[in-house]
């Protein structure tokens, strides 16, 4: 072989392994690093709504947690410690606490609820069910000893320094096919029973964010969902690569539907694969600000 073929062939090589060795680096980093480098994104939501009694109210946003999957205890107990240092007033689940893949057992749902019941809000913990907690019966349980009130398919008013209130409502997964004017119906005749002097802002949890182009009379100020992952794995140019069923038009941070803000969280584990590439995990914290 002459001395040019071995060094056009050795050139290959080298090009090969090297193509080789970034693909290996992308793995470890996509199965390994990213999916702990959990994120908190801020966002002040400015309203006119807002009164003086609800200036910097603090809404935490946890979604698509799949405990079970790459997101164990330990990463629970420094999730809990990092939003008690936000000092919330309230924390919303929407959903997807437990992945579908993990293996119940009674001393894992007691060891859910007792890092869940450390989470300290001063007016309150919600949560509702995603398309992955409907396959546990155990979920209500780890949801009300871990102090959060199961907002599926009802809703609660909160009050801040005062008589005005906030509404505060959720809907189940849409995994049984249950239009969501059906789960929402009790919130609505709620709201239908005021003239006046009704709750001064409408916050609704859902799991699923495109279901709410369903809704026949869209009260909410705003909406906070969960289920994309922000398409989980993501390449720039191109975006996000995986949308699930019920994400798939709204999938993205943020959108503005008619006057509902809609913001939609990340996620904090991985569903299917156990991969996140260019999306880091992330939970959200909002503040209320008056216009």
Known sequence: MSKKKKKKRFTILKIFFGFIFILGLIYLYGAYIEPKNIKVHEYKITSEKISDNFEGFTIVHLSDIHYGRVFKQADLKKLVKRINSINPDIVVITGDLIDRDTKMTTSLSSNISKELNKIKANSGKYAITGNHDVKFDEWDNIISNGGFTNLN??????????????????????KDKESIINKNQKTEN??????????????????????IDELENNK?????????????????????????????????????????????????????????????PSFNVYRLVKE
């Open 190 to 211: 709620y709201l239908n029973s005021f003239e006046k002097d009704g709750p001064i802002y409408n916050i609704l949890l859902i799991h699923e964010p495109d279901y």
């Open 153 to 174: 398919n009802n809703y609660d008013t909160i009050y801040n320094k005062g008589y005005e209130s906030l509404l505060i409502a959720g809907v189940s997964s849409f």
């Open 220 to 280: 909410y100020d705003l909406i906070l969902a969960g289920h994309s992952h922000a398409g989980q794995i993501r390449l720039p140019i191109v975006g996000a690569l995986l949308k699930p069923d019920g994400a798939t038009k709204y999938f993205e941070g943020y959108y503005k539907v008619g006057n509902s803000d809609l913001y939609i969280s990340n996620g904090i584990g991985v569903a299917n694969v156990n991969f996140r590439l260019f999306n880091s």
